[in-house]
């Protein structure tokens, strides 16, 4: 069973270029979120989705990123015109419900990088 | 607000000997709190979660969890540590979104050395 899947490991971008990270949840997982782990700090939610909806995006700066999980293919978080801010590693988890649910963990892929020059 | 605190940034132990991390819980009601482990490079891996029942939690690699109510804690143990164990420990505890859905909120992080 292949666990969440994220790519890249790592990108390296450019102020002002577009940062597109890509989630594949764990198979028959239908709740993906999103979090943003900056050094030294946990991990700060930042967007809820379920197939074709966005739940809850209160974590989520309010420009420049936006986060979509299509019926098909994978969850894509993207941030446009990058600044240095935005240099972190972010994690995509999964659950098969809601993590409210009394066993539902989430279940995280290993993160991209993302490097702003 | 609801917040899980670890007061540690790290903790050091020598192999062999017990082990505790500790994380402590802000929370309206019943509290669904969980611990995770994060190796070099690596995402977060679940080791256990207390959601109600007995307060001892046992987890994955031998590793369990005290949920105790008047101290509002939920500390991390394992009575004899290995060196393979020096990793990021996470306590999170799970909230309540504006929307109504739930999430997880960590705390910041104790980084666990056990030295041979």
């Known amino acids: 069973n292949a666990g969440v899947m994220q790519n890249p490991r790592h990108l390296v971008r450019r102020r002002g270029q577009e940062a597109r990270l890509r989630c594949s949840p764990v198979?028959?997982?239908?709740?993906v979120y999103w979090y943003r782990q900056l050094p030294e700090e946990g991990l700060k939610f930042m967007v809820y989705?379920?197939?074709?909806?966005?739940?809850?995006e209160s974590g989520m700066p309010k420009e420049r990123f936006s986060a979509e999980f299509p019926k098909e293919g994978p969850s894509i978080l993207r941030i446009q015109q990058v600044v240095r801010g935005d240099s972190a590693a972010y994690f995509c988890?999964?659950?098969?419900?809601?993590?409210?649910?009394?066993?539902?963990?989430?279940?995280f892929g290993d993160g991209t990088r993302l490097s702003i020059l | 607000a609801q917040s899980v605190a670890q007061p540690e940034d790290q903790v050091n132990v020598a192999e062999g000997n017990p082990l505790t991390v500790k994380c402590t819980y802000s929370?309206?009601?019943?509290?669904?709190l969980f611990w995770y482990v994060q190796y070099p490079n690596r995402g977060l891996q679940f080791l256990l979660k207390y959601i109600t029942g007995d307060n001892l939690v046992k987890g994955s690699y031998g590793f369990e969890a005290e949920f105790n109510k008047s101290q509002t804690s939920f500390h991390l143990k394992k009575p004899s540590a290995l060196v393979s164990d020096s990793a990021l420990y996470f306590c999170?505890?799970?909230?309540?979104?504006?929307?109504?859905?739930?999430?997880?909120?960590f705390g910041k992080g104790t980084m666990l050395l056990v030295s041979p």
């Open positions: 989705l379920q197939k074709e909806n966005i739940i809850d």
């Open positions: 999170a505890v799970r909230v309540r979104l504006n929307s109504g859905y739930s999430t997880l909120t």
């Open positions: 988890a999964s659950s098969l419900g809601t993590s409210g649910s009394s066993n539902q963990p989430q279940h």
């Open positions: 929370v309206s009601g019943n509290p669904y």
């Open positions: 198979k028959g997982h239908s709740h």
